[in-house]
């Protein structure tokens, strides 16, 4: 360790940040120089001459053609998207009365569960009459037109303040829309406000030293997860139907883990990320946070597409339409997913049983079930933190430079921590990515849909992070990844499970999740 550190200190003085002593101490403390020793034996088993991931064509599965199978089945669950759009478009019910019922509760609840960043009372009382006025007139949009929703606070929002969850923006005021933004409010959407966050969404926990820790809805001493804290707790509290969030090594499907609703984190490239504050180019996914696999399949179709202002949406991808979601899982294989490359247990056994029950719903529905071991798992929880750790302190160093003061300690000592690796390493870490997508596309080839664990275990306090160890490989990747609920633990705490598939292949992501809901 010691070793390290005099590598980290060389480093930082050589990019001209100037750490204290005490971040070296926290630094160590912390555990962030824990898994130095293991990227290096990754990066060693690999060739040195294989093209790093950029530019490696070849490492990428080939794009399957989405088919359009139908709409979103219809819901009588008041409580979803897809039960009050049709009460809503008969106009029984009134999206003014959504919007103050929705911005009641944000009264009642933040003060206990500190979920919002920022509240639009005035601007959402707005556009539901503006909403209410024009389905009046026969001007109905969809299904989210007079919908209440959240957005993360790292998402631009037309004259409001992005902080992404940090005092260094908060005086950061937007002159425009986040295209995921601009996109809902074209939909239709009410947007109530925007959700509080993990310090630039660096933390699988809502641990914030600026503006405190979100609690859980299901339990005020648990942690809602990070770093899309606040969209979580809105939708499992009531006072959204949905919310967006992003997720770079887990912060959509953690969250929604621990709180017990739908998580989606898409295809890299199915949503723009432009307007959202960055934390990893290649690694940031945006997606929503809903209450049924069927609302996340709605506001992903709101969402989803090409977009000029994010040149990662625009390589060539099918078309994403939501349907399909019949509760039949016939045709698929489903993998169970046995040993991670680690040879220890995924879960806690209240965890592995819910993740096992889900999987044998699917097989119920339909679908074909094996036992797989995917031990390049492993292997992709090394370097996915790595590629994260470099990005974020290319975008971060001119403010490290200027400003360290101004991060709170946990973000301050991580995003230094990241000044260990040598100038090598981010190549290194590409090439190894290729090697294993290539590996994963070829496991991909007998299974169409893996079935793991969300999270390794229940909620944690409040304000204590929640492992990425499922959720990052997925990042690694940029392959679609879904959280549902499975159950409630003995302790009455959210039980999750997750579904990954072939990228592009989001329609039988969501037939399958929904299919493992339904049973």
């Known amino acids: 360790m010691t070793d390290l550190i005099d590598r980290l200190r060389a480093n930082l003085r050589a990019a001209g940040i100037p750490a204290a002593e005490g971040d070296f101490a926290g630094i160590a403390e912390k555990g962030f ?17 294989d093209l790093p991931d950029y530019l490696d064509a070849g490492s990428l599965p080939a794009r399957a053609a989405s088919a359009d199978p139908g709409a979103p089945p219809a819901s009588a669950d008041l409580q979803t998207i897809a039960g009050i759009a049709a009460q809503i478009h008969a106009r029984a019910v009134s999206p003014v009365e959504l919007a103050q019922a929705a911005l009641a509760r944000v009264a009642d609840r933040d003060g206990q569960l500190n979920v919002f960043q920022l509240v639009l009372a005035e601007r959402a009382m707005a556009d539901a009459r503006a909403a209410e006025a024009a389905i009046a007139s026969g001007q109905y949009l969809g299904p989210l037109h007079g919908v209440p929703v959240a957005v993360k606070d790292l998402l ?6 992005t902080t992404a969850g940090s005092k260094i923006l908060a005086g950061s005021v937007a002159a425009q829309d986040a295209t995921g933004v601009a996109r809902l409010r074209a939909a239709g959407a009410v947007i109530i406000g925007k959700t509080r966050m993990s310090e630039f969404a660096y933390s699988p926990g809502s641990n914030n030293a600026h503006y405190g820790p979100t609690s859980n809805p299901h339990n005020l001493e648990r942690d809602t997860g990070g770093s ?57 996914h945006l997606g929503p946070l809903a209450r049924s696999v069927a609302d996340a399949a709605i506001m992903l179709e709101a969402i989803a597409g090409p977009d000029p202002r994010d040149g990662r949406t625009l390589r060539p ?58 031990p390049e798992i492993d292997a992709l929880r090394v370097v996915s933190p790595v590629i994260l750790a470099l990005e974020a302190a290319a975008f971060h160093t001119p403010n490290l430079r200027a400003r360290l003061d101004d991060y709170g300690e946990f973000m301050r000592q991580r995003i230094l921590a990241a000044f260990v690796y040598g100038p090598a390493t981010f190549v290194e870490a590409q090439q190894a990515r290729a090697a294993l997508r290539r590996r994963m596309a070829a496991i991909f080839e007998r299974i169409d849909i893996l079935a793991l664990p969300s999270v390794p275990d229940l909620a944690p306090p409040l304000g204590v992070p929640t492992p990425t160890t499922f959720t990052g490989p997925f990042n690694c990747l940029g392959w679609p990844a879904i959280s549902i609920p499975a159950g409630r633990s003995a302790s009455g705490l959210p039980l999750s499970l997750q579904l990954v598939a072939r990228p592009w292949e989001e329609p039988a992501l969501l037939r399958a999740a929904h299919a493992a809901c339904a049973r």
């Open 156 to 161: 631009d929002l037309a004259g409001t303040p």
């Open 228 to 284: 899309s804290s606040g969209s979580a707790a809105a939708v499992a509290d009531g006072m959204a139907f949905a919310a967006l969030g992003s997720d770079t090594g887990g912060s959509i499907r953690i969250p929604a883990a621990n709180c017990g609703i739908v998580g989606l984190k898409a295809t890299h490239g199915r949503a723009s990320l432009a307007g959202a504050v960055t934390l990893s180019w290649s690694l940031d």
């Open 33 to 49: 120089l824990s898994r130095v020793a293991d990227v290096e034996r990754v990066i060693a088993g690999l060739p040195s001459d």
């Open 317 to 374: 991808a099918p078309a994403f339409r939501a349907g399909g979601l019949d509760g039949s899982a016939r045709g698929l294989r489903v993998g169970l997913l046995g040993d991670d490359g680690t040879g220890r247990p995924l879960a806690d056994a209240e965890t592995l049983a819910a993740v096992r029950r889900g999987a044998e719903a699917l097989r119920d529905a339909g679908a074909d079930l094996v036992e797989i071991d995917i």
